[in-house]
């Protein structure tokens, strides 16, 4: 009975351990979410592997801590590759948008890509007077070429 009470105390501290690496892993990784699931998960298997090898709590810790570095790695590794691949994309789009918009003040520019468009304009010209001559209200109309 002292032998199964030792071993279940034995157990509580080495899981009690794993929790408290795992959880100074997260806190000095400041890792994303997905960094703290592959974490969890290699301290988790890692855990278990070296408690498998020989039922020993010490075992079980060393596996769980070896689990939860290579978990973060690969955590690592792969929000990285993401961020390689979201910042070439937005190289590629800021690069197109400049090629666009040169392309587009240049036809502008030079009159080329499009027929000029008319438009009418009307204004209201109000009463005035100029030297002592009263020149009236008119409306006038004149034409916008873009």
Not at 48 to 64: L, M, S
Not at 74 to 88: L, T, Y
Not at 100 to 109: R, V
Request: glycine share 12%.
């Amino acid at each position: 009975m002292k032998k199964q009470a030792v071993k279940e105390r034995i157990q509580f501290m080495t899981d009690k351990f794993t929790y408290s690496v795992l959880l100074i892993c997260l806190l000095i990784s400041g890792c994303t979410l997905r960094q703290a699931g592959y974490t969890t998960g290699g301290a988790a298997a890692g855990g278990g592997i070296g408690y498998a090898i020989n039922h020993d709590g010490k075992e079980a810790a060393i596996g769980g801590l070896a689990g939860a570095i290579g978990g973060n790695l690969i955590g690592q590794w792969q929000d990285k590759s993401e961020k390689n691949k979201q910042d070439k994309s937005y190289k590629q789009g800021y690069s197109q948008a400049n090629v666009d918009i040169a392309t587009k003040n240049w036809e502008d520019n030079t009159g080329k890509g499009h027929e000029p468009t008319k438009q009418l304009v009307s204004f209201m010209i109000p009463k005035r007077v100029e030297n002592d001559v009263i020149y009236d209200q008119q409306h006038i109309t004149i034409e916008d070429y873009k």
